[in-house]
């Protein structure tokens, strides 16, 4: 048995949150008493450029798991080719009531409501000022919850201006489902009205600081004629990139379970097709136009491939890395290797 797979086990008899937390601090500890790279299998490197970024290998940490940057360096010996994080929004917030993170250990899948608790842009731009981390980091950003999504574009102007010296790409976040009206940004012109300006302001900020692409992260949650048209307004405004997918609303796969009708965004397994096809439907509008970053349900490597083979140039993992450890990242870059 791994050690990851003993960790685990202690950690899942507790609640998600708390084991969050914990394993959060535990990986924390590890690197700063500099075992952690000695219990972490070294992954190959297989490098990959997109959107003129060289990323050591194509099997990123997705954002979300360390929101604030307090764990830049520990996710980093764990060899990850890109780490994420945020979502981050311009002041700190408690996000949603507690309970609000839920294993279904069954299905492979997590139930979250956070609400994009986090302890606001100023942290997270000082820990990542901190951090020994010399690789390609991505920032995810966000609106507070108690900005009305008309006044949102401010907010997210905020958070690109705070972290984009210190950032080699940024996310905006417009897909979360546990802000309130938060995913309407993504259609028609409220989507264009929010890029253009985000546009304008990355322009300038490069004359200082050179040229950081920005990504834009999608819901998997949309019909084919929203993503056709999602994927032209991404082309029309100059996107650099789009992540496919967040967490879905849909209870597809886990009707039943314990914690299967618990509010949130549904990650893991159940995912892992709508994700997929989402992928392949923004593919065919986009072509080799604009980058796809893949992310939901990779659980195991062939799950890495399919994206790929769906038209992704990068996949991500969060739910899987939580139900395997750092043993996916490995296989995920080994299967895309002889993909």
């Known amino acids: 048995m791994s050690w990851y797979s003993l960790a685990r086990q202690f950690l899942f008899m507790m609640d998600g949150e708390t084991s969050h937390d914990l394993g959060l601090k535990m990986l924390g500890r590890a690197e700063k008493l500099g075992v952690l790279g000695l219990l972490a299998k070294k992954v190959q490197d297989q490098p990959v450029i997109v959107a003129g970024i060289t990323f050591p290998n194509p099997v990123g940490l997705?954002?979300?798991?360390?929101?604030?940057?307090?764990?830049?360096?520990?996710?980093?010996?764990?060899?990850?080719?890109?780490?994420?994080?945020?979502?981050?929004?311009?002041?700190?917030?408690?996000?949603?009531?507690?309970?609000?993170?839920?294993?279904?250990?069954?299905?492979?899948?997590?139930?979250?409501?956070?609400?994009?608790?986090?302890?606001?842009?100023?942290?997270?731009?000082?820990?990542?000022k901190k951090a020994k981390f010399k690789g390609v980091l991505g920032i995810n950003i966000g609106k507070n919850f108690d900005t009305a999504v008309e006044e949102a574009t401010s907010d997210y102007l905020i958070c690109l201006e705070k972290v984009y010296q210190y950032a080699t790409y940024i996310t905006v976040n417009i897909s979360s489902p546990n802000t309130p009206g938060l995913r309407t940004l993504q259609y028609g012109d409220a989507l264009r009205d929010l890029l253009m300006p985000l546009k304008a302001r990355q322009a300038e900020l490069a004359k200082e600081h050179g040229y950081k692409p920005i990504f834009v992260k999608i819901a998997p949650d949309m019909e084919d004629a929203e993503i056709d048209t999602v994927a032209q307004t991404l082309l029309d405004c100059e996107i650099d990139g789009v992540i496919a997918t967040n967490t879905t609303l849909s209870r597809e796969g886990v009707e039943g379970s314990k914690h299967g009708s618990e509010a949130g965004g549904?990650?893991?397994?159940?995912?892992?097709?709508?994700?997929?096809?989402?992928?392949?439907?923004?593919?065919?509008?986009?072509?080799?136009?604009?980058?796809?970053?893949?992310?939901?349900?990779?659980?195991?490597?062939?799950?890495?491939?399919?994206?790929?083979?769906?038209?992704?140039?990068?996949v991500q993992v969060y739910s899987g890395f939580i139900y395997r450890g750092p043993e996916l990242i490995g296989e995920c870059v080994r299967s895309l290797s002889k993909a």
């Open 62 to 128: 997705a954002a979300g798991l360390d929101k604030n940057g307090d764990y830049i360096d520990a996710f980093a010996r764990l060899g990850f080719g890109f780490i994420e994080i945020g979502t981050i929004t311009p002041r700190p917030q408690p996000g949603n009531p507690k309970p609000r993170l839920f294993r279904l250990p069954e299905e492979r899948a997590i139930i979250n409501r956070m609400g994009f608790n986090n302890k606001g842009v100023d942290h997270l731009v000082e820990q990542v």
């Open 266 to 314: 549904l990650s893991g397994a159940p995912v892992t097709d709508l994700s997929t096809m989402t992928i392949e439907r923004l593919c065919g509008v986009l072509g080799d136009r604009l980058p796809v970053i893949g992310v939901g349900g990779i659980l195991e490597g062939e799950d890495a491939v399919d994206k790929v083979r769906a038209g992704a140039s990068l």
